[in-house]
Structures are given as C-alpha cells and as structure tokens.
C-alpha cells in the first residue's frame, strides 16, 4: 500500500511539474471533460455525456498520448459495465495495435473487463480488483459478492458489481448493494437499472410481495409528473462529490494520477 501511494505521489509530481510549472491546457480540459462524462452518464444524460466525452478524446488527441486515449475507452467500456450495458472495447482494441507498449501496461484491465478471468495476470491489476478477479474465475457466488462489498472506493464497487452480475450472475446482496450504492450519490441510470433487475429476479423466485414493492418503486422513481416535477429548494439537496473508479486511474500515467489525488482529496 505504501508503494502504491508513493506512486500516485510521483504521479501529481510529474503532473505538476517542478517550480510552479503549469499544467497543459490540454490535460485539464480532458481531465474536466472526462469528469462531467462520467457524472453526466451516470445521471442518466445521454447527450451531455457523450459530448464531455468526445471533447475530451479531442483534447486528449491534441497531446498524441496513445496511452491516455486507451484508458479514456477503456473508462467508457467500465462505466457502460458497471450499468449491465454491452460494451465491446472495439476503439481500445484499435488503438492498442498502434501502440502494444502502451496496451501492455492496461491489458490486464482489459481482459477483467473483457472477461477474461484465466488469462490476465492479477498481480498487475490494482489491488482491490485482485481478490475480485480470483472470485470470479473460481465462479464461487459467495466469494464473488464479499470480495465485492470490500472495494472501498465506490465507483470501482459498481464496476465491479457490473462484472459480477455480466460474467457470474446475481443474487440478492450483489443487486441491493448497487441500488444503495446508487442512491447515495444520486446515480439515476443504475439505480433504475438496478432496481428492474432486482424486480426480475424477485419474479424469478415467485416473491410477488417484494416484486410489487420494487416495481411501485420504480414507477415513482421513472414519473415526472405530480411531486416529482416539483423539486425542493437547491439548498436543501447536498452536494455528493463525483464517483472516480481510483483502483484503476491510479496504476497509470501522470493523467490517471491527478485523477486518482484528486478523487482521494474529495474523502
């Protein structure tokens, strides 16, 4: 852990670069745009998020940096993941083959999230996705769903919920703790994908009380009309700061790394 922080240090360091140097413009810009796309997604806004996201692949092609463009796809491919949505990692798997250096250092992140669970070396994977990864090429539930409940960071919690369910199927505690999970930070895309799933599985298992209950949810959740087209006043909602998969960003270069500080700094 302690080598783990000293090189997300280094990372801000190199970000910043010595004696007051300033950030290029066009890593802020992609760091910023990338924000607002994940936070835009996660929302629900489709078409804010994709623009965020296309503005910062433009900023990030400005730099030529193959590397940081594989991670921007590869964040895209987690998120859409974390939400049960296809995701077919077409973009990194092109750009990789301009750049096998570059793609060697993120693979293994890839083929967790490809699926991949026998050919990725764990060791190369961000340490909370480790026993993650383990679980699930041993396909036991129960090990599956505790190694999911400790990721501390919640983002990486979701994405790695997403996995569980793509790749090993769901239960009870691993459908719950998203939903939770997404109505702490006000995420409305998984909480309301999260929520159907969970009233499919209750059907599935003929418990027409909890079924009801969570489809009566959903349906007040989904009406705009009636209390809910009347919000509260905006200082009664509390600011919730933006989820940032950290386990991931983290392992990367100087980008990942302001990123990784930056969601550690908002705790």
């Known amino acids: 852990m302690k080598r783990y ?33 994940k936070s ?44 049960l949505e296809t995701s077919d990692h077409r973009e990194y798997l092109e750009i990789a083959k301009a750049d096998p250096a570059g793609a060697d250092r993120q693979k293994n992140y890839y083929l967790l999230l490809a699926g991949s669970f026998d050919s990725l070396q764990r060791e190369h994977l961000p340490p909370s996705y480790q026993d993650l990864a ?13 190694s999911v409940h400790r990721i501390r960071d919640d983002l990486s919690r979701l994405i790695a919920t997403g996995l569980a ?24 895309r ?9 009233k499919s599985f209750y059907r599935s298992r003929s418990d027409m009380e909890k079924e009801e209950k969570i489809r009566r949810k959903i349906e007040l959740l989904s009406s705009r ?10 200082c009664c909602i509390p600011e919730m700061p933006g989820g940032v998969d950290k386990a991931f960003w983290s392992q990367g270069t100087a980008f990942q790394g302001k990123i990784a500080m930056k969601g550690q700094a908002g705790r």
């Open 165 to 188: 369910v793509r790749y090993r199927g769901e239960d009870e505690a691993l459908l719950t703790g998203a939903v939770d999970l997404a109505s702490v930070h006000g995420w409305r």
């Open 134 to 146: 383990a679980a699930l090429e041993r396909g036991d539930r129960e090990e599956i769903s505790g």
């Open 5 to 37: 922080l000293a090189f997300m240090c280094g990372c801000l360091l190199l970000l910043c670069g010595c004696a007051g140097k300033s950030v290029p413009e066009w890593r802020t810009a992609s760091f910023s745009h990338l924000e607002r796309y």
């Open 225 to 234: 009309s009636g209390m809910w087209s009347k919000p509260g006043p905006a």
């Open 40 to 83: 835009d997604f996660l929302s629900g806004k489709d078409t804010t998020a994709e623009f965020h996201f296309q503005k910062a692949i433009e900023e990030i092609k400005r730099s030529g940096d193959l590397s940081l463009l594989m991670t921007a796809y590869l964040t895209r491919s987690a998120l859409r993941i974390a939400v």
């Open 190 to 198: 998984p909480l309301l994908i999260y929520l159907d799933r969970l």
